[in-house]
């Protein structure tokens, strides 16, 4: 079981540029959730999805946006980097939320913003 | 807006010692609590939780203690072991759907 996979691990990205996260689980998980973590900080949640085809929005949405289109993927995109969004970012899922239930984590993506 | 914060940034310890991290929530309505280890390099891996209908609960060499009344969580390590080394982070519900809000974390550095 590889459980919850993040691609890729490392980028380094322009100004302006823009690219896309990819989070796979294989769980079969109803809920996922970006993150990121900053020096310093805990974990911040920057969107969330409820199940297949949902999004919602965290503490720290602006600047990116999710899609959810099948139920096993998490796709966190930027559309304009920014310095700002220079992190490590994570992905995680949980076989439910409302009933609470252990979130797995993936291994990160270290992002920087030059 | 709801914080969760921790005592310590840094905790060093003898191994074979006992450890505690505390933390500290502002939320009193918070239903659900939950301690992660973070190793480098890694994603924050789950410890033990805990709700709040509990002030205690037991996990292997891992205690969770839950004070409602000052809004207060800490993490017990018992005979602390060097793979015990890691970032712990206390992690708080914020209204279910396991939208959790993280505080900054505690190193934990174990000597021998």
């Known amino acids: 079981n590889a459980g919850v996979t993040q691609t890729p691990k490392f980028r380094v990205l322009k100004t302006g540029q823009s690219m896309t996260l990819l989070c796979a689980q294989d769980?079969?998980?109803?809920?996922m959730y970006w993150y990121r973590q900053d020096p310093g900080m805990g974990l911040r949640l920057i969107h969330y999805?409820?199940?297949?085809?949902?999004?919602a929005k965290g503490e720290v949405p602006d600047g990116y946006n999710v899609s959810r289109l099948k139920k096993q993927n998490f796709l966190l995109g930027l559309e304009s980097a920014a310095p700002s969004q220079t992190s490590v970012y994570f992905c995680?899922?949980?076989?439910?939320?409302?009933?609470?239930?252990?979130?797995?984590f993936g291994q990160g993506t270290r992002l920087t913003v030059v | 807006g709801e914080s969760v914060g921790l005592h310590l940034p840094t905790l060093s310890v003898q191994e074979g010692d006992n450890s505690i991290i505390n933390c500290a929530y502002s939320n009193s309505a918070s239903d659900y609590f939950i301690w992660y280890k973070q190793e480098s390099g890694k994603g924050p891996q789950f410890i033990i939780d805990?709700?709040?209908?509990?002030d205690k609960r037991q996990g292997q060499r891992v205690t969770v203690l839950l004070n409602k009344t000052v809004k207060h969580l800490s993490l017990q390590i018992a005979a602390t072991q060097p793979g015990d080394s890691a970032v712990y982070f206390c992690?708080?519900?914020?209204?279910?759907?396991?939208?959790?809000?993280f505080g900054a974390g505690t190193r934990l550095a174990v000597h021998p």
């Open positions: 992690a708080v519900d914020s209204g279910g759907y396991n939208k959790l809000i």
């Open positions: 999805s409820v199940g297949e085809g949902t999004t």
């Open positions: 769980m079969n998980h109803e809920y």
């Open positions: 805990i709700r709040s209908n509990m």
């Open positions: 995680a899922s949980s076989l439910l939320g409302g009933v609470i239930a252990e979130a797995f």
